[in-house]
């Protein structure tokens, strides 16, 4: 097995409306604003699941015994470069904006979207966006919340 490289094999879109998130669909996904090219190299931030632990252990237990709880993602937020003329990610994803993070990996980035795809979505709502202070031999760059606001579709199929 050869290891898969993470450069360039990651595609991020803002799709507005998804029917069926387990099954998103081209036409759909395609009528989205792809981000991954104005997105930092760091900024697909807190997209992991975390599952807590529920405490089995009785109190005849010799050992502590645990099982699962609930899945979230705290932190959820995308860091992008701001763009010089139109800047349409930054003119869409307001505060208040309802969507969809979709986000396929381990595919080449400018393959387009395709039946039989694997892809995660995410219902998110953005939060206020946060201008990042100015530094040295960088960019300027901005923060948008998103948070999860339903459950999200990790093992979801393009249809």
Avoid at 20 to 28: G, L, R
Avoid at 102 to 130: D, L, M, N, Y
């Amino acid at each position: 097995m050869a290891d898969i490289p993470v450069d360039g094999n990651t595609r991020v879109a803002w799709v507005p409306a998804i029917s069926n998130k387990a099954a998103p669909t081209t036409t759909e996904l395609n009528a989205g604003m792809l981000l991954q090219n104005v997105i930092t190299a760091d900024g697909l931030v807190g997209f992991e699941a975390e599952t807590a632990d529920v405490d089995t252990t009785s109190l005849a237990s010799t050992f502590d015994t645990l099982t699962i709880g609930r899945d979230s993602f705290s932190g959820t937020m995308l860091r992008l470069k701001k763009q010089d003329g139109t800047d349409t990610a930054y003119n869409t994803l307001v505060r208040g904006a309802s969507g969809y993070i979709v986000i396929r990996r381990h595919v080449t980035e400018t393959t387009g979207w395709a039946a039989s795809q694997k892809v995660q979505v995410f219902p998110v709502i953005c939060g206020q966006t946060r201008e990042l202070a100015p530094e040295a031999n960088t960019v300027a760059r901005y923060e948008v919340p998103t948070k999860v606001n339903a459950a999200p579709e990790l093992r979801a199929t393009v249809a």
